[in-house]
C-alpha cells in the first residue's frame, strides 16, 4: 500500500470539488461508463430509478448545511478539521472538512439528507448499505438531530451483512472478485439445463430460465435474515425441492395448471365449508396471516419474513395437493379446492412481486 497515492487521490478528488476542468472531465467519463454498466445489471433485475443523484449533485447543497453548522455553534476545530463532537454521545467526532477544507461522506451525506426532506417531504428515508457503515450513519443521524431537524428520527439505516460466494470471501486486494452479472448469467444458463433437462418441450423455456434464474438469485439472498452473512451457492439457489425461489415459482405453476383445468369443468358455487380437512386449514391460517407478514416486514424492514411467507404456502398447498385430489368426482369439494388453489396462486406471485421475482405460468 503506497500512501503516497492516497495523498495524490486526496489531492484530486479537493480538485474536483473545486471544479477544476480536467478532474471533473475524468471524473464524468469514470461515473457515465459505471451508470451505463449498472443500468444493464439492473434492467436484469427488473430495478427501476426515478433519479440518479451522485454525491456531485450536492456539491453546491453543502456551504449552506455547514454554514448551518457553523451558525448553532456545532462546528469545533480538531486537528486543524472542523468536527461536530459527539463524546457526550459515546460516539467518535464527526469530521464535517478536512484541514485542507475538502468535504467528506459526512458532509455530502447531511446535504443530501436535507435536499431528500425539501424536495420530497420523505415519511422514511432508508439508507440500505452494510452494517460496516454502522458508525456512520448513527453519526450522521445524530448530528441532523443536534442541527433540530426533527425529521432525523425518520433516517433509517437498513444494515445488511456481507456475501460469500461457495465459500469464497469477496476480496478486491486478492482479486477474488465475482460480479453480480456474470452471477445472473450464470444462474440463467443452469436454470435453463435443468429446464431442458426435465421439461425440454416447455414454451419459452429461454424467458422461464431467466424468470428462475435471476428468481434463486434474489430469492437466496432475501431468504436469509438481512444482517446475517451469507454464502451464496449455485446448486442451494436453484434446487427445485428445497426452500428456494425455484421451489416457490414451481408451486405457482402448478397452482396456474390447476387452474387451467379447472377452466375446462363447470363447477358450482363455491362452499368453503368443504374446506374441513386439516391440510386445507392449515392453509387458510397461512394465508389469512399474509397480510400482517407483509406489515411487519415493512416495519421491520425484514423481507426475509416475506421469503419464509410464501415459502411456508408453497409447502402447505404441496402437501394439501399430494393429500386431495383437487379436481374431485365431488364437485362442491372440487370448487372450494380450485378457489383455494386460486387464492394460493394470488399471494405467492404477490409475495415474489414484493421481493422483485417473477412468477412463471408454466415450468
Known amino acids: 500500500k503506497d500512501p503516497s497515492l492516497e495523498d495524490e487521490g486526496r489531492a484530486w478528488f479537493k480538485k474536483i470539488e473545486d471544479g477544476d476542468e480536467e478532474a471533473r472531465a475524468i471524473w464524468n467519463w469514470f461515473k457515465d461508463i459505471t451508470l451505463k454498466d449498472a443500468a444493464r445489471v439492473y434492467d436484469m ?20 448545511v455547514i454554514d448551518e453548522l457553523r451558525e448553532k455553534g456545532l462546528l469545533t476545530i480538531s486537528q486543524g478539521a472542523s468536527v461536530v463532537d459527539l463524546e457526550e454521545d459515546k460516539m467518535p467526532p464527526c469530521i464535517i472538512l478536512r484541514s485542507d477544507g475538502a468535504t467528506l461522506y459526512h458532509t455530502r451525506d447531511l446535504a443530501a439528507a436535507v435536499y431528500r426532506k425539501n424536495v420530497y417531504d420523505f415519511d422514511k428515508c432508508l439508507y440500505v448499505v452494510a452494517y460496516q457503515q454502522d458508525l456512520h450513519f448513527r453519526q450522521l443521524f445524530k448530528v441532523l438531530e443536534k442541527m433540530g431537524k426533527p425529521w432525523a428520527k425518520d433516517c433509517v439505516h437498513v444494515s445488511f451483512g456481507m456475501i460469500s460466494f461457495e465459500g469464497q470471501a469477496f476480496s478486491t486486494r486478492k482479486g477474488r472478485v465475482v460480479y453480480l ?114 406489515k411487519e416486514a415493512a416495519e421491520k424492514y425484514e423481507p426475509s419474513m416475506i421469503t419464509r411467507a410464501v415459502t411456508d404456502i408453497a ?12 379436481l374431485d368426482e365431488d364437485l362442491t369439494a372440487a370448487a372450494a379446492r380450485v378457489a383455494l388453489t386460486k387464492a394460493v396462486k394470488d399471494v405467492i406471485k404477490t409475495g415474489l412481486w414484493l421481493i422483485g421475482i417473477e412468477a412463471p405460468e408454466r415450468m
Open 45 to 64: 433485475l427488473g430495478v427501476e430509478f426515478d433519479s440518479y443523484a451522485g454525491e456531485s449533485f450536492y456539491m453546491d447543497k453543502m456551504d449552506v
Open 181 to 294: 452479472e456474470d452471477v445472473l448469467n450464470q444462474a440463467m444458463q443452469k436454470a435453463l439445463d435443468i429446464i431442458n433437462e426435465k421439461s425440454p418441450n416447455l414454451p419459452n423455456k429461454e424467458d422461464v430460465a431467466r424468470q428462475v434464474g435471476i428468481g434463486a438469485v434474489i430469492y437466496s439472498d432475501l431468504s436469509n435474515g438481512r444482517i446475517k452473512d451469507i454464502d451464496f451457492s449455485f446448486d442451494r439457489a436453484l434446487n427445485f425441492d428445497g426452500e428456494t425461489g425455484p421451489y416457490v415459482q414451481y408451486t405457482h405453476a402448478r397452482c396456474c395448471s390447476v387452474l387451467r383445468k379447472a377452466a375446462e369443468v363447470e363447477l358450482p358455487e363455491v362452499d368453503f365449508a368443504a374446506l374441513n380437512d386439516d391440510e386445507a386449514q392449515a392453509l387458510l391460517r397461512l394465508l389469512g396471516r399474509f397480510p400482517d407478514v407483509i
Open 315 to 326: 409447502q402447505a398447498y404441496n402437501k394439501f395437493y399430494y393429500e386431495h385430489r383437487i
